[in-house]
Each structure stands twice: as structure tokens, then as C-alpha cells.
DNA sequence: TTGAAAGCGCTAACAC
DNA sequence: GTGTTAGCGCTTTCAA
């Protein structure tokens, strides 16, 4: 592929026969060039198809008005509304919107993290609380605002939305004994710093209510509703018929169900499956499926929001907040 | 929010008493340093958190190491597969991967593709076929290659990998007929190309057959189940029991099928469902859903190989292809 | 093996 | 209202 060359200013101003410096304010300050020219210059601009090299004019400017956004993987429904809330704020507000994956690795988020400082982000946005200590180096050397949400963390940047990923397994937990379940299992994906505090805070209720806290279950394989019917089929086979299984996620749940399904199980009479939050699909499977929401789309929004704050020398008001949850108790359970 | 500087090859230069010179080519060119020096650099490199600017490195070098990846939609399954794809090979050969959204319109489109070639991207891999004379005029123009996935193109640009969505639309509409179904619906979101299409080749099959062509269904709202769960029961309300209702997507058909066990209708036997891309879900909800399969995540591997291969000077063979679909029949239909 | 100088495309400060 | 100049951080000749 032979690159041509492409349409710089100064191409644009010989063309039309001024000096660069009046195609740059034509096009960022027009209130100070004439109005015919200016008309002139942007005709020029189009007829060429110049656009700004942006390579450019942040090595000048020392910010590139974008924000980014690291999510474990697009392959997580979860992350959708994570991405929607963001979008709909930098959009908004005039940044664009980079998103990468970390593909559920701390090294990965590194690579990225790198790749982000370099192209000058102007923040970032992460949503998992674990990271190398190169990356928390990096992040705090960079001279740039960093929100992490979904978790709470232990040591957050300038920003920090949570949910309390435990207390919201304890409260489903609770609800699943309460409604007379004896024999409670847990399953998981490969345990990453949510599911273990989701864990954690399953086994606490169940070990408090004097149940039996070690029937767990986990897969390697990834968010799917395929690896829910089989994690399904693998409890019936260790433990029987179960009262209930608390998945920590509404993919495997969900896959759960349709398994019960193919085996003639009653979902919610003969087996109670819960989830975790709340996707769109949670409520619309048949039976609906009983799960946590979570405010994905609001704490993108409101990291993203802070971000611009911090970025436009705002200041933000409570950036370390544990946002609520809400059990959504339906017919699955 | 204060900016700190960040660090940059001269802050490295100076702490280690040489020139920016031999600090960038122990980075990039080891081996013309000495090996002391080297080392004492690259110490110096950590220590100072240091991170390359890459707006200063591709002003200079005119390449940035990245390709681009513009996707209707992050709310929408079917693209899952293409950016794994795509990112398992940009990967794989030292490329960034950008992903962005269209929100399925062609200015957004628009704004997306002008904001990449600002950032010196070195490829972009578009999955949408229709694009406004501008978008073309500047993909033209900047000199760099461009791939078009998931449709054929009319007029396409360097490489084009497609499925035949009108082909691939009526064989499984022709399937229904075969099966003995007379009265079919064609459920959709609003049109966009793909969706079109598949309009037309269910329509072909029904009229050829002598069936009533025009039953046919749309909802404003996004891909999902609950969107599907509506449009069945309009179909109900509007038709009666149909025979068969063809969804242009799985999430919708998923949706319906679902609203079919909460109507107490048996999918399969009283009213046949089925969808289309054969998303992950699709074989594993109950009863599993007939559809078809897209080869999406191998377009993705291609594509970003072969706009890789431009690159960097390689020939690209049978650059515009024109990719098998699959037929899966399933218990639902 | 290392250093000096030039320049990528752009914008802002300073002339006129 | 428009042009001149300098410099953002980096890499790449060219010289030493």
C-alpha cells in the first residue's frame, strides 16, 4: 500500500493563498478572520478533505479531549450499560470515547494503560480495582484524573464509584434462606476480584444461618449461557437436586434455567436459581429471573462526568461513594 | 486538576547525563548502544515512570500502530465475534485496537472515521456498507486502507468480506416453507442494510411460494429480548397464531420465545420461531432456536489481516469475498 | 558509540 | 485581520 499523502494545513493555505496560521483560525477561533475568507478557507478545507492530524495538535495543545475506558472484556453484557452511561457523557461533552479490553488480566490492563498515557488520554476510566504496580506507577505519574468503578478499592485514585459486591451476595443469599432454602450452592466463573468478594459474602450468610457453606462450583470457560447450563448439569450430578444455586452472573443463570428446562425441572418450585445484575434479558427470560441490579449506567455517567470536572479544573463533590444496589426478587427464585 | 508533566525523553536524557538521541535509540534500536549505557537508561526509564509520547512519535514517523474498528453498536452480541476476531489478529501483530460506535447511523459513522484519520490510524475496519459521500471522500483521501465486513459492497473499498444476507434470509425463510408453514411474519428492528436485505429474500421466498408477503413487523427499540417478547405479542394481537414469525435477529427471536412459554404457547409445535447470526445463546436456550450462522469473528480475523498486509506492502489475495453462511435448524422452527 | 540539528503538523504569542 | 516565529516530543539523517 503506497500511503499518500495527506492534506495538511499548509496545503490548505497555499491553496487558498494565506499563511497557515489563518487556516488554523478559521477553523478553531473564526470570530478574528474576515468573513469572506474565512468562507474561502473552509470551502478550500473541503474541496481539499483536509482533516486536522490530531497527532499534531495535541503535542501542541497537551490534551487530545478523549477519554478512555477499560472494561475487562466486550464480551460481558455487563459492561454494555458501563459503556452506554460513559458514551452518552463524553459525547456530551465533546470528548471522544477510546475502549479496550484488559481481557480480564492485570497485565493486560497494563498494556493498555501504557498504550492510553501514550496517545495522551486526557483520563481514564477503569473498572476493576486490582493492578499492577506498574500500572498504579504510570496511572499516578501520568498527570491525569483516573476513576475505577464497579468495586470499591482499597487505595483509589481521584475517583471511585462502587457497589458493595459482598453485601449485595449476602442480601441475595439471605433472601434465598430465608425463603426456607437448606442447600445453597455457589457458582462462578473463574474468580475474579468481584466473584470473590460475591463469594465471600454468600458463604458468610450461609455459614451464619448454620448451612452448609462448601458447595461451590466454578468454570474456566467464559460468561456464557452455555457455561451455565453446564455448570447446572455439573451441580445436579455432584449434589442432586439442590435447593438453590446462586450464579454470579445473569449469563450463566439464565443458562441455568433453560438447562432445568430441557430436564423438565420447575424453575422456582423444584429449584430456585438467582443471578447477579440484572441485565436486560434478566427480566424477559422465562421465568423471570431473580438477580441484583446494579447501577452500571450511572456510575459510567458519573465517572465520566467527573473526569470531565477534573479534566476542566472542577472540583467533584463525594468522588469516593459506595452506590446502592437492589435486589430484584422474581419468579426464578 | 493540576497537569503534571508528564515525563519525557529529555527528563530521561538529562538524568542520565546523554543526549534524547541515545535514550531514543536504546529504546527503539538497542543495538548501536553501548551495553552499559544501555542498561543505565532503561533503569532510568522506570524510575522515571517514563512513557513515550505517541502523538510526538507518529507526527514523526506518519504510522501509529493501530488499527481501527467501527461497529454499529457495543449493545448488540452479533459484533462480539467480530472484535474478538479482529483483536485476536491486531494483537497477534503489534497493533492497537480502536473500537468505536456508529450508533447505527451514517453521520455518526461520519464523525467516527474523521476523528480516526485525525488520529493517524493506520487501518480502519468498517462493519456497514452504507456510508455518506463524505465519509467516502475522506476514507479516499487519507491514504489509508479500508475494510468493509459482514455485507458485499457496492462499491467497495480495499477489502470487502461479506455474507449474502438476501441469500442467506431466504433459505431459512424457504426452510419454514418447506416445513409446511403458511402463514410467516418477518419481524425487524428499523432497517438498516442488513436488515433490509433480509427483508427482501423472506419476501422473495413468500411470494414464490404464493404466501401473503406482507405481514411483516418493526419496533423502534434495540436489539433485546424484551423488544422481541413485544413484537411476538403484537404479531398475536395483530395476526392470530401464525404459523412461523422470522426474527432478523437472535435476541428478538430469543425475546419471543420466551413470551412464548409465558403465553403458554409451545415453540416448535404451535408456532415455529427463528432468528438470525447464531448468537452463543441461540443453541442453548429452550428450546434451542433454529438460525443462521455467520462466519462474523473469521471476517474479523481476515479483514484485519489483510489491512495488515496492506500495511506493510503485502498483496492481498481475493481481497473482496464473498463469505458462507450455515443454515442451523433447531428445535424452535 | 554518541551528539547536533532538522523537521513532522499544528497552535499560540507576538508583531504589524 | 493577517503573517512571523517558536516550540510541543520525538526520530532520523549527518557529523564527530
Same mark, same amino acid.
Given at each position: 500500500?503506497?500511503?499518500?499523502?495527506?492534506?495538511?494545513?499548509?496545503? &490548505?493555505?497555499?491553496? &487558498?493563498?494565506?499563511?497557515?496560521?489563518?487556516?488554523?483560525?478559521?477553523?478553531?477561533?473564526?470570530?478574528?478572520?474576515?468573513?469572506?475568507?474565512?468562507?474561502?478557507?473552509?470551502?478550500?478545507?473541503?474541496?481539499?478533505?483536509?482533516?486536522?492530524?490530531?497527532?499534531?495538535?495535541?503535542?501542541?495543545?497537551?490534551?487530545?479531549?478523549? =477519554?478512555?475506558? $477499560? =472494561?475487562?472484556?466486550?464480551?460481558?453484557?455487563?459492561?454494555?450499560?458501563?459503556? *452506554?452511561?460513559?458514551?452518552?457523557?463524553?459525547?456530551?461533552?465533546?470528548?471522544?470515547?477510546?475502549?479496550?479490553?484488559?481481557?480480564?488480566?492485570?497485565?493486560?490492563?497494563?498494556?493498555?494503560?501504557?498504550?492510553?498515557?501514550?496517545?495522551?488520554?486526557?483520563?481514564?476510566?477503569?473498572?476493576?480495582?486490582?493492578?499492577?504496580?506498574? *500500572?498504579?506507577?504510570?496511572?499516578?505519574?501520568?498527570?491525569?484524573?483516573?476513576?475505577?468503578?464497579?468495586?470499591?478499592?482499597?487505595?483509589?485514585?481521584?475517583?471511585?464509584?462502587?457497589?458493595?459486591?459482598?453485601?449485595?451476595?449476602?442480601?441475595?443469599?439471605?433472601?434465598?434462606?430465608?425463603?426456607?432454602?437448606?442447600?445453597?450452592?455457589? #457458582?462462578?466463573?473463574?474468580?475474579?476480584?468481584?466473584?470473590?468478594?460475591?463469594?465471600?459474602? #454468600?458463604?458468610?450468610?450461609?455459614?451464619?444461618?448454620?448451612?452448609?457453606?462448601?458447595?461451590?462450583?466454578?468454570?474456566?470457560?467464559?460468561?456464557?449461557?452455555? *457455561?451455565?447450563?453446564?455448570?447446572?448439569?455439573?451441580?445436579?450430578?455432584?449434589?442432586?437436586?439442590?435447593?438453590?444455586?446462586?450464579?454470579?452472573?445473569?449469563?450463566?443463570?439464565?443458562?441455568?434455567?433453560?438447562? #432445568?428446562?430441557?430436564?423438565? $425441572?420447575?424453575?422456582?418450585?423444584?429449584?430456585?436459581? #438467582?443471578?447477579?445484575?440484572?441485565?436486560?434479558?434478566?427480566?424477559?427470560?422465562?421465568?423471570?429471573?431473580?438477580?441484583?441490579?446494579?447501577?452500571?449506567?450511572?456510575?459510567?455517567?458519573?465517572?465520566?462526568?467527573?473526569?470531565?470536572?477534573?479534566?476542566?479544573?472542577?472540583?467533584?463533590?463525594?468522588? =469516593?461513594?459506595?452506590?446502592?444496589?437492589?435486589?430484584?426478587?422474581?419468579?426464578?427464585?
Amino acid at each position: 500500500m503506497i500511503k499518500k499523502k495527506r492534506t495538511t494545513i499548509s496545503d &490548505v493555505a497555499d491553496y &487558498v493563498g494565506v499563511h497557515k496560521t489563518t487556516v488554523s483560525r478559521a477553523l478553531n477561533n473564526p470570530g478574528r478572520i474576515s468573513k469572506e475568507l474565512s468562507v474561502k478557507i473552509k470551502n478550500a478545507v473541503i474541496e481539499l478533505n483536509y482533516i486536522p492530524n490530531q497527532a499534531a495538535r495535541s503535542l501542541h495543545l497537551d490534551y487530545s479531549n478523549t =477519554i478512555a475506558l $477499560l =472494561i475487562p472484556s466486550f464480551v460481558n453484557m455487563v459492561f454494555d450499560d458501563v459503556i *452506554t452511561g460513559v458514551k452518552s457523557v463524553t459525547d456530551k461533552h465533546g470528548y471522544a470515547l477510546m475502549v479496550g479490553t484488559s481481557t480480564y488480566s492485570e497485565l493486560g490492563e497494563e498494556t493498555i494503560v501504557e498504550s492510553y498515557i501514550q496517545q495522551s488520554v486526557d483520563g481514564i476510566i477503569l473498572t476493576s480495582t486490582r493492578h499492577t504496580e506498574r *500500572t498504579i506507577n504510570m496511572l499516578n505519574s501520568a498527570g491525569l484524573p483516573v476513576a475505577e468503578i464497579m468495586n470499591m478499592s482499597d487505595a483509589p485514585f481521584d475517583i471511585n464509584y462502587g457497589v458493595d459486591q459482598e453485601a449485595a451476595a449476602a442480601d441475595i443469599t439471605r433472601y434465598l434462606v430465608d425463603k426456607g432454602h437448606r442447600r445453597i450452592v455457589f #457458582c462462578s466463573l473463574l474468580l475474579d476480584s468481584r466473584a470473590t468478594l460475591r463469594k465471600k459474602g #454468600c458463604q458468610r450468610v450461609l455459614k451464619e444461618a448454620g448451612l452448609d457453606a462448601s458447595m461451590s462450583l466454578y468454570s474456566k470457560a467464559q460468561a456464557s449461557f452455555q *457455561t451455565g447450563a453446564e455448570l447446572l448439569a455439573q451441580v445436579l450430578q455432584t449434589w442432586g437436586l439442590v435447593d438453590a444455586v446462586f450464579f454470579v452472573s445473569d449469563e450463566l443463570a439464565a443458562g441455568a434455567v433453560m438447562e #432445568c428446562h430441557r430436564r423438565g $425441572l420447575n424453575v422456582g418450585k423444584e429449584i430456585s436459581i #438467582c443471578g447477579f445484575n440484572d441485565l436486560e434479558m434478566a427480566k424477559s427470560i422465562y421465568p423471570s429471573l431473580s438477580t441484583v441490579a446494579t447501577p452500571r449506567k450511572e456510575m459510567g455517567e458519573l465517572a465520566a462526568k467527573g473526569l470531565v470536572d477534573l479534566i476542566e479544573g472542577t472540583e467533584v463533590i463525594d468522588p =469516593i461513594r459506595t452506590f446502592p444496589y437492589e435486589l430484584k426478587a422474581r419468579d426464578s427464585a
